[in-house]
């Protein structure tokens, strides 16, 4: 399997101008039966769309015939269709509030993104949210704000976990196991302490499990098996829960989640549902490496980060001999989207530590010096100048200058 290593192809297949795998593809799907990929059911939306707008074209185009030239009793019943139709379209398009902050979310605009998400929240009605879609919002806010608002972003997770989302009741369950363990965090007793105990968090789990959600279904194994976390003891039942949840997975893996595959390579590593197999382990992480770039073409900046790495892990998998070149192309896509000091740090240390270009200290060099005009704290200068200390002073010059670049023209304009 080899995948495409230039990098103007790279950027074609994000605005689909480039030749896909299809032979790659095709062998995946038949090693995994991965089924309909990402790219696929994105493209049946799309067309499922075009068709739905033509329909509403054509309507129309009745409605106005009829309007016209019917008679005058079919010209009330369609002057009052006509009247209810476009209350109907807005209600049914209203709810695109969720549509933009998932949106906001794949391209790291965390800030936009919790703001429509409270929108969601606070106002369903007014934006057309139902149910289900309100309570994935509390969800996404939980894991938004979880990082520095953890008092508030539990409060989030509790209730969409109370509410009836397998992942919130899953990742509740588990936090209310860790209020037994060995010096809990503070704020977890504050957030939680006294409301819930361990059978609490079998519950949680057990409801997410019973709906189907196979990371819970697997984590009840693990607890069965040891008898831990308010779970009794019990390895036969342990093994049952097993072999549903690998099933599960491999479904989730068939509808294109790369989660799901990265840990369907952990369960035939560990041996948990299924033989263990290294060989299969490693055909799942190159599904996770397909599945990843799927995402990642259509603009999901996590994805990209994540299939950076993937890629430079990869060599073991003798996917290409040029996946450090690959690596390297997602690592420019995913620091030009993100634009920011963390990420030019990042991409920076993987060229100084060799990860990335071969170890191109020109580049580690040029982007921590580019980071060190955004950082609040002097880590990226201090960083660049234990980079110079490995360099000729033409690199250092040559560096310098692409630095300078980078800051006028903007990173698009000086990664080349």
Known sequence: MKFQTCRSCVV?????????????????????????????????????????????????????????????????????????????????????????????????DNETAIKLFLEAVINPGTHGVDEAERIEANYQLFDLLAIGAFDTAIIFLETAAIEGHPAAQNHFGYLITQLYRKNPSKALQKALGGKYDRRDAIRFITTASDAGYYPAV????????????????????????YARGFALAEEAMAGGDPNAAEDIARYYERGQGTEKSLAQANRAKVAVIYLLEDQAVAGNIEAQRRLMYKLIDAEVLRISPDTQRDAEDWAIIWLVNRDDHNSMATVARLYAEGKLGGGN?????????????????????????????????????????????????GLAGCLD
């Open 12 to 108: 074609q297949r994000m605005t689909g101008k480039c030749p896909k795998r299809s032979n790659n593809r095709a062998e995946l799907r038949e090693l995994f039966s991965v089924g309909i990929s990402y790219r696929s059911l994105k493209r049946q939306t799309e067309v499922k769309e075009c068709i739905e707008n033509q329909l509403i074209v054509l309507t129309f185009r009745v409605y106005v015939a009829l309007l016209f030239r019917g008679r005058l009793i079919m010209r009330f019943i369609f002057i009052f269709i006509l009247v209810l139709f476009p209350i109907y379209a807005i209600g049914q398009n209203s709810s695109s509030v969720m549509e933009k902050a998932f949106a906001a979310v794949d391209r790291a």
């Open 218 to 241: 697997m984590r009840l194994a693990d607890y069965y098996e040891d008898g831990s976390n308010g779970a009794i003891q019990d390895p036969a039942y342990a093994e049952e829960l």
């Open 361 to 409: 200290l020109v580049m580690a060099h040029a982007l921590y010096n580019t980071a060190s005009t955004l950082g609040e704290t002097d880590f990226a200068a201090t960083k660049r100048d234990e980079v110079a200390d490995r360099m000729t002073s033409q690199q250092i010059r040559e560096a310098q200058v692409r630095a300078r670049k980078c800051v006028s023209l």
